[in-house]
């Protein structure tokens, strides 16, 4: 059974940084697009960054390009969201999904459903 369960949030000071981790079990994440979500309060869900086949293909959101990086641990089983000079509109729930859709890992796959989902972890930039 596919599970994704994201750990790693919690309360960060504007322009610090903070790493997010989803630990995978039931597939391999390397026949799987991995991404990672977000949702502030009162908007919607947002793609923020992709990665499948190890490096083979990464996508990030315009708004977290150069601040954010995702990695996977393969030995782990376990993909990262490592979050750098954060903001406040970083504030969010965030989730990890899966997707067999090796082509979901792109500005179209963010708008399509992912067939798997964390519970979400909650980040909190202080002002």
């Known amino acids: 059974e596919v599970q994704l369960v994201e750990s790693g949030g919690g309360f960060v000071q504007d322009g610090g940084s903070l790493r997010l981790s989803c630990a995978a079990s039931?597939?391999?994440?390397?026949?799987?697009?991995i991404a990672w979500f977000r949702q502030a309060p009162g908007k919607e869900r947002e793609g923020v960054a992709c990665?499948?086949?190890?490096?083979?293909?990464?996508f990030y959101a315009d708004d977290v390009r150069g601040r954010f990086t995702i990695s996977v641990d393969r030995a782990k089983n376990t993909v990262y969201l490592q979050m750098y000079s954060v903001k406040p509109e970083d504030t969010a729930d965030y989730y990890c999904?899966?997707?067999?859709?090796?082509?979901?890992?792109?500005?179209?796959?963010?708008?399509?459903?992912?067939?798997?989902w964390g519970q979400g972890t909650q980040v909190t930039v202080s002002s």
């Open positions: 990665i499948y086949n190890g490096d083979e293909t990464l």
């Open positions: 999904a899966a997707d067999v859709t090796r082509y979901y890992c792109s500005p179209y796959g963010f708008t399509q459903e992912y067939g798997y």
């Open positions: 039931g597939f391999t994440l390397d026949d799987y697009v």
